[in-house]
Antibody, heavy 120, light 107 residues
């Protein structure tokens, strides 16, 4: 049974860099895309970006200038860096596995989420 | 960007009710439409993928339909554990987007 375990700093000051890591246990790392999604308090879901095992990335244009997603295949991990954070980046951040095929593309395994608060 | 508009944003229903949530895309997305359920403090859970395919382990009272721009999630007989928020998601474009969510509350 695949599960994702995520971790990272939960309290940041404005202008700092958010760094989260997600580890994949119990399943293959290759053959999938791996995504980051966030949810501000009381609001909906926002996709941040994705990476595959080869390091190919796609980012949400609204965050692209500040986001870097990287992969460490030796550890079956992928990471999110979001620079120059502000209070608007306060959210629960989830990692997720993305299955992609000829006529489908969906997120079937999710991490539990990390609450990140940006406050001076 | 492809905008996803869900309606209603919230609804009140009773156990046993048939519940329908709709999701409209701002342009055609074929069948690249997924539905997720989210309970407070938990990660989203995949219910339906590719508009109408039931994810393994999800009760058969959940069903999805539609293609192009208009999609529907139906819960045939609402159960106590179904009170939650529901989100649609399009994966047709490189920029993945979610609907604003529908909160299903107990009447």
């Amino acid at each position: 049974q695949v599960h994702l375990q995520q971790w990272g700093a939960g309290l940041l000051k404005p202008s700092e860099t958010l760094s989260l890591t997600c580890a994949v246990y119990g399943g293959s790392f290759s053959g999938y895309y791996w995504s980051w999604i966030r949810q501000p308090p009381g609001k909906g879901l926002e996709w941040i970006g994705e990476i595959n095992h080869s390091g190919s990335t796609n980012y949400n244009p609204s965050l692209k200038s500040r986001v870097t997603i990287s992969v460490d295949t030796s550890k079956n991990q992928f990471s999110l860096n979001l620079s120059s954070v502000t209070a608007a980046d306060t959210a629960v951040y989830h990692c997720a596995r993305e299955r992609r095929g000829y006529s489908y593309d969906y997120m079937d395994v999710w991490g539990k989420g990390t609450t990140v608060t940006v406050s001076s | 960007d492809i905008q996803m508009t869900q309606s209603p944003s919230s609804l009140s229903a009773s156990v046993g009710d048939r519940v329908t949530i709709t999701c409209r895309a701002s342009q055609s997305i074929s069948s690249y439409l997924n539905w997720y359920q989210q309970k407070p403090g938990k990660a989203p859970k995949l219910l339906i993928y590719a508009a109408s395919s039931l994810q393994s382990g999800v009760p058969s009272r959940f069903s999805g339909s539609g293609s192009g721009t208009d999609f529907t999630l139906t819960i045939s007989s609402l159960q106590p554990e179904d009170f939650a928020s529901y989100y649609c998601q399009q994966t047709y474009s490189t920029l993945l987007t979610f609907g604003g969510g529908t909160e299903v509350e107990i009447k």
